[in-house]
Structure formats: structure tokens, C-alpha cells
């Protein structure tokens, strides 16, 4: 479920007091196109957002999730009379058994995410692999994000969406896109 934004044009963080109504929301490729593809940038945002998870899914990196946030989760084209530029996100993986080799995991995170996945997906991703790659401890990394992507530049709260690993979801997500009139 992606609740509605707020009289500031943000996601909201949450829409009632369980703890699944409280941000990070989980939905799915389906549910993304279905809220945020109405223009033709944010199609084109989309379809590499669904590119750069097939691109994980092509290494073998199957099972994890996208954390996605920032001005993409925005109503930007009101509230800064532009459309978002880029998704900001944190791909957390969980490891398939047996665990895929770290090289693997490495030569993701080099050439999906930062500057090599802004440039070819328009993705300002980062990655957590919970217990695997410990550059930076897991939880750490994924505290500090979701305290940048669950603000705006103005240090508002904004919600947050989870979006879990599915090829069957993702595929139906690219299919509406391609039904598209871009």
C-alpha cells in the first residue's frame, strides 16, 4: 500500500498507529508504476529502476529488496515544478544458500550502484548485504539511509517504500510500462 501524499506534496509517513501503516510502506513494481508512472520522465525512471533489478536478478542476486525514497516518492512536479531527476535507493540483499561468492556480490555493488548506477540507471543506490560484505556494519548503513531517504531537503519527514525482490511482479510492472504511450 503507498499512501497518499501530504498537504506539502510528500509521501506520507504514515496512515494509522499499527506498525505496517507506519513508513517504510511495502508495495510492489505494479503498485509503483501504477502510482508514480503518469508522466513520460517518470516512466523512463521506472523502466531503469526495473532494468538495474533485472540486473541483479541476472547475477544470481535473487532474493532481497529495494528501498526507495527521495524526491522520486514526491509530488516534485508540484512542489518544485520539475520532475525527479533520479530514485534514490538502498538495495538490502539477503543471500541465497549457498551464499553467492563475494566477488559477486562485490562487482554488484561496483557497477550498480553510486556513481556507475547513477550514470547508467539513474539509480543513487546504495547496497546492504546483511552479514556478507562489512565495509560499513549492515545496520548502520541501513539506519543512515532511511534517515536520508525519509527527508526532504528541507528536513520534512517522507515516507519510504519497500519494494521485495519478485521477477513475476517486475515483469508485470514492465508490461504496463510498455503498455504505455512513451
Not at 503507498?2 to 509517513?13: K, M, R, V, W, Y
Not at 557497477?111 to 556507475?116: P, W
Not at 548502520?140 to 532511511?146: G, N, P
Given at each position: 500500500m503507498?499512501?497518499?501524499?501530504t498537504?506539502?506534496?510528500l509521501l506520507?509517513?504514515?496512515v494509522g498507529?499499527?506498525?505496517?501503516q507506519?513508513?517504510p510502506?511495502?508495495?510492489d513494481?505494479v ?5 508514480y508512472?503518469f ?5 523512463r525512471l521506472l523502466?531503469?529502476?526495473?532494468e538495474?533489478?533485472?540486473e541483479?536478478y ?18 516534485c512536479?508540484t ?6 531527476s533520479d ?5 538490502i540483499l539477503?543471500p541465497n544458500?549457498?551464499?553467492p561468492?563475494?566477488h559477486v ?12 548506477g547513477?550514470?547508467?540507471y539513474?539509480i543513487?543506490?546504495?547496497m546492504?548485504?546483511?552479514?556478507v560484505?562489512r565495509?560499513q556494519p549492515t545496520?548502520?548503513?541501513?539506519a543512515?539511509?532511511?534517515q536520508?531517504?525519509?527527508k526532504?531537503r528541507?528536513?520534512?519527514?517522507r515516507?519510504?517504500?519497500?519494494i521485495?525482490?519478485?521477477r ?7 508490461d504496463?510500462l510498455a503498455?504505455?504511450?512513451?
Amino acid at each position: 500500500m503507498i499512501p497518499p501524499f501530504t498537504a506539502n506534496g510528500l509521501l506520507d509517513t504514515r496512515v494509522g498507529y499499527m506498525f505496517r501503516q507506519h513508513s517504510p510502506f511495502e508495495a510492489d513494481c505494479v503498485e509503483l508504476v501504477e502510482r508514480y508512472g503518469f508522466s513520460p520522465e517518470r516512466r523512463r525512471l521506472l523502466r531503469l529502476l526495473l532494468e538495474h533489478r533485472a540486473e541483479f536478478y541476472r547475477r544470481g542476486l535473487v532474493r532481497g529488496e529495494t528501498m526507495i525514497g527521495g524526491s522520486f516518492l514526491d509530488d516534485c512536479e508540484t512542489t518544485l515544478g520539475r520532475p525527479p531527476s533520479d530514485i534514490d535507493a538502498l538495495v538490502i540483499l539477503t543471500p541465497n544458500h549457498p551464499v553467492p561468492p563475494v566477488h559477486v556480490m562485490r562487482k554488484a555493488a561496483e557497477e550498480l550502484t553510486g556513481k556507475a548506477g547513477k550514470e547508467r540507471y539513474c539509480i543513487d543506490a546504495r547496497m546492504a548485504v546483511p552479514g556478507v560484505v562489512r565495509r560499513q556494519p549492515t545496520y548502520r548503513l541501513i539506519a543512515k539511509m532511511t534517515q536520508l531517504l525519509g527527508k526532504d531537503r528541507l528536513d520534512r519527514a517522507r515516507g519510504i517504500l519497500l519494494i521485495p525482490f519478485d521477477r513475476d511482479r517486475d515483469a508485470k510492472a514492465a508490461d504496463l510500462l510498455a503498455a504505455s504511450a512513451d
